[in-house]
């Protein structure tokens, strides 16, 4: 019940929800308060743009990924000891592989992890439980993936989190209890800020190893809307209230 809560909102507060919302609104409006319904409907249409155009999406992912770069040589001998992988959902009608199977953000991040490990020979612990109570969890699938796709072995999972600041509370307690004290992180660019806001509450040490780095738009395209703009946008905006959210409840 919390779940579908926290979906149902999620799908109101980050476009296209509230968007349409703004619109419903003016559409109630229009019989008896026609300029104010007006105005709605054009704030609205104005919003939907904004959230639409490469230009406010790619600086919304630039802002986020900032702090960020690809790992440094330096960083790769930065005495870390495992590789800590977040999962990123699921595709719960993979039917060409009879049933489930990890999501395209978990299928990027465990290729990176998998490069790293070749890179490194560094053991690896995925984390990722079942959000909505599934049977088989996020980082099962991606273990599964692991050594299915990239013939690469997963040392630990964790699959008791939720959400990405449990991912760090549980990630960092079964690599305290292997003895391991400092560990690459390995999430998408636009992720790392919230992933390790949330790891810097535990005491595992973490060097950022960031993957599928946003590039920004240029020229005339970036003013043009487009459904994978809108996209950016609203895991751009997710990121930012989900930060926000964790330093009000934790």
């Known amino acids: 019940m919390e779940r579908l ?7 109101l507060i980050f476009p296209p929800g509230f968007i349409i919302l703004l619109l419903l609104f003016g559409l109630l409006l229009a019989k008896h308060w026609t300029r104010t319904a007006l105005g709605l409907s054009v704030s609205a249409l ?12 790619s600086r919304l992912m630039m ?18 000891q495992a590789i800590v992988v977040l999962t990123g959902g699921r595709d719960s009608d993979a039917l060409e592989y009879g049933g489930e199977s990890v999501s395209h953000y978990t299928l990027v991040r465990i290729r990176y992890a998998a490069h790293l490990h070749r890179q490194t020979g560094l ?3 995925i984390s990722g439980g079942s ?3 599934e049977p088989v969890s996020e980082a099962s699938l991606a273990r599964e993936a692991l050594a299915d796709s990239f013939r ?4 630990w999972i964790e699959d008791g989190s939720r959400n990405t600041w449990e991912n760090a509370q549980l990630a960092a307690q079964t690599l305290r209890e292997a003895g391991i004290e400092r560990a690459y992180l390995v999430t998408h660019a636009w992720h790392m800020r919230r992933a390790t806001q949330a790891f810097a509450n535990t005491d595992l040490a973490i060097i ?8 920004p738009a240029l020229g005339a395209e970036q003013w043009l809307p487009a459904s994978s703009a809108l996209h950016q946008t609203t895991l751009a905006l997710h990121e930012l209230v989900g930060m926000l959210w964790y330093r009000l409840r934790y």
């Open 208 to 215: 950022p190893a960031p993957t599928a780095f946003v590039v």
């Open 152 to 155: 690469v072995v997963t040392q």
């Open 46 to 57: 104005l919003l939907l743009y904004a959230c639409s155009i490469p230009i406010v999406s």
């Open 131 to 133: 959000v909505k109570g």
């Open 5 to 11: 809560i926290t979906g149902t909102i999620e799908h």
């Open 63 to 80: 802002f986020l990924q900032s702090d960020f770069a690809p790992l440094s040589a330096a960083a790769s001998r930065a005495g870390a």
């Open 123 to 125: 053991p690896i612990l």
